[in-house]
Structure formats: C-alpha cells, structure tokens
C-alpha cells in the first residue's frame, strides 16, 4: 500500500489547496453567517472542472480518479465544510450514478451539465421514516404508462433548493419490502408535482441548503430510470460506500483546518507572560490531536486507495467514516476551549468547525450504524 501520490494528483492537489485557501476560504464565514449557498464559488468549481472529477472525459468531466476526489473533500472541508458537503454530494453521488448505472441517453443528457456547474445534482433516499433503515422508503411509483407517478416525501436533502436533478429511490412494488422492489430515478426539478420546502435551519453546514422533497403525483418519465427496475436500493448502497470516503474526508478536513487555526492562535496568545503554547500541558493536547488527525489520514486514504484499486472497501470505509468524523468533533470541541472565551465567539473560525462537524457523525449512516457495517463484517 502506497499513499505516495502521483505527478497529476500532485498537481490536482496544488490547484485545489490554492483554490480552497484563496476562494472559498474568503467567502466561508459570510456563507457561515447569511446561510447563503456559495454559488459563485460552485460556479468557479465548473470552471475549473472540479464539479466533474467523477465524470469521463468524453461526457464532459475531468474523469479523475478517487483518491483525487477524496483530497478535494478533504481540502475544501479545511476552509469551508458547507462547500465540501455541497460538491460531495453533487459530485460523488449524484454524477457518479448516472456515470456509473446510466444509459447512454442519460449520461448524454445529464453529465455535461453537471460537470459544468449548469446544474447541480442532489441525491433523494432519507424519508420522515426511513432514515438510518434506509430500505424502509415509502415513496411510491406507480405505472402511469410512459411513466412513473410518485407520490410521499423526503427528508435532509442536501442541495434540494439549487438542484436540477434529483437520484431520487422510490417503491415500484407496492407489495415488496425492504430493499427489494426499489427503484432509482432521475427526477428533474421541472417536474409537475414534485415541490420543495423552504430550507431547513440547521446547527451548522450554514451554507449547505437542505430541504424536504414532496411528491404529488409526480409524473417522471420511464426513460429516466436509472440502473434497472427494481434494484435501486442496490445503487444506493453501491453510492453510499463511496459516499462514507467522502464524509470521513470532510471530517479530517474539519479537524485540521480547526488545529492548524487553534496552533496559529496559541503562539501568539500570552498569558502570565508567554504564548500559551509554551505550556506543557498545551503541548501534550496539541500533540494528541494532531495524532488522532493522522491516524484518521490513513483510515480515510486506505479506503479510497481500496476503492480505487476495485478491492472490496465496506469495513474500511466505515471503520474512516467513524473514526474521522468522532475525531473531528473531539478536536474541534478542544480547539474551541484552546481558544478559550474567543473560541466561543462567532468571530472565530473554530466554533464553526464545531457546529460543522457534528452532523459527520449523523449523515451517510450514523455512526452506530458504522458499528453495526464493522461487526458484522467482522462477525460474518
């Protein structure tokens, strides 16, 4: 196993840390602050040909590879985990399943688009219901001839107020259960019938829009059906293990960004005479900290070197998302309290990496759900 990164990736890695540091970086407290989506900086992103790593080049992508991928997360989660969260799940879930499972139509009509930044791709599987057991969905589809008629909700979806489109997992068996009988679709935001609740307010990812879905008799045409009828559930699993990556990458980034801001703080903060960092006891905190961020570097970069080389990845990728993202609201809880009484205050950057980091420990699967993929990976 060797984490020792390419010439290209090398150079991916220079334009994205210069990008995050220079662009998103000074929008992120205003994002943070007015609860704004950065849509220029998304727009940039396009530009750039960032949006579509996940995409093949003939399709209008930069078709980069995984691990590439994953260090964009992990850098732009550093300076602003609202975007991090924001091009994950454009990016990593809703363009690598219709790159992944969709037609040649599909792929032709769709990826261009969302590789530009022209339109933004959200991913529909959470319901009021069905969260952690996610096979439990309740949105039905029904034959409507040429189409699918929907009807029920969704909960928590990332990027539902800017989407174009929506991979969205609904029932097309009304008497299966679980897992079996689901169907995945690609939902377009003209859709009649499909409305999208005003933004939910949220503890943290300020700038990352989340919303409810609400199907009245939506009519999606059967073109549309992404993968095959009656197998959705297998293409959200299939997404969602890659998905994990992405999310322990956001946790990381979380983490340092807040270490590297609290070490600047407490060389220059002095009390009873001396920075603070002087102090032995600092000393030890910070070094067990940077420890933790490091082991959880090499958790999160073995998964994505495992799913990038084809190897079987579940147990690893869940063992990163949960080790990642636990480090991350222990350390970013720490850096607030090396701040002391600033680190409390909304002038900085620390306590938003707090409230940033605790939702890693929720979305893509709780981290008990983590557990559970573990053992009986383990146990099996």
Not at 176 to 181: D, F, I, L, Q, V
Request: glycine letters at 10%; a negative charge.
């Amino acid at each position: 196993m060797d984490f020792t990164l390419n010439e290209e990736q090398e150079l991916f890695l220079e334009m994205v840390r210069k990008f995050a540091r220079h662009e998103v970086a000074a929008v992120a407290e205003q994002v943070d602050r007015e609860h704004r989506f950065p849509q220029e900086t998304i727009a940039k992103m396009g530009e750039l040909g960032l949006l579509g790593l996940s995409i093949p080049e003939e399709y209008g992508g930069s078709g980069g590879d995984y691990l590439s991928y994953v260090l964009m997360i992990e850098e732009l989660a550093k300076v602003c985990a609202s975007t991090a969260v924001i091009v994950a799940v454009h990016t990593g879930l809703a363009c690598t399943s219709i790159a992944r499972f969709g037609a040649e139509a599909q792929r032709e009509k769709f990826l261009g688009p969302l590789a530009a930044g022209e339109i933004i791709g959200a991913y529909a599987l959470t319901e009021p219901n069905a969260g952690s057991d996610a096979a439990s969905l309740t949105l039905t589809a029904s034959d409507a001839g040429e189409h699918w008629r929907l009807n029920g909700s969704k909960v928590f979806i990332t990027n539902a107020s800017e989407a174009g489109i929506f991979v969205t997992f609904a029932r097309t068996d009304p008497a299966s259960r679980g897992a079996e009988g689901i169907t995945c679709l690609i939902v377009e935001r003209d859709t009649p019938g499909l409305t999208i609740s005003k933004p939910v307010e949220k503890m943290g990812l300020h700038g990352s829009v989340t919303c409810e879905l609400h199907f009245d008799n939506a009519l999606v045409p059967k073109e549309n059906v992404l993968g095959e009828i009656g197998h959705g559930f297998k293409v959200a699993m299939q997404m969602l293990d890659g998905g994990r990556i992405a999310i322990a990458a956001q946790g990381l980034g979380i983490a340092e960004g807040a270490l590297d801001y609290a070490i600047r703080y407490i060389r220059q903060r002095e009390q009873f005479g001396r920075p603070i960092a002087a102090n032995q006891g600092i000393q030890w905190l910070v070094a067990d900290l940077a420890t933790e961020i490091d082991a959880a570097r090499l958790l999160v970069y073995r998964a994505a070197w495992l799913k990038t080389a084809g190897r079987p990845h579940g147990k690893e990728a869940a063992m990163a998302k949960k080790f990642a993202t636990d480090t991350a609201m222990q350390v970013t809880s720490d850096c607030v309290q090396l701040l002391g009484g600033y680190g409390y205050t909304r002038e900085y950057p620390v306590e938003r990496h707090m409230r940033d980091a605790k939702v890693t420990q929720i979305y893509e699967g709780t981290n008990q759900i983590q557990q559970m993929v573990i053992a009986r990976h383990l146990l099996r």
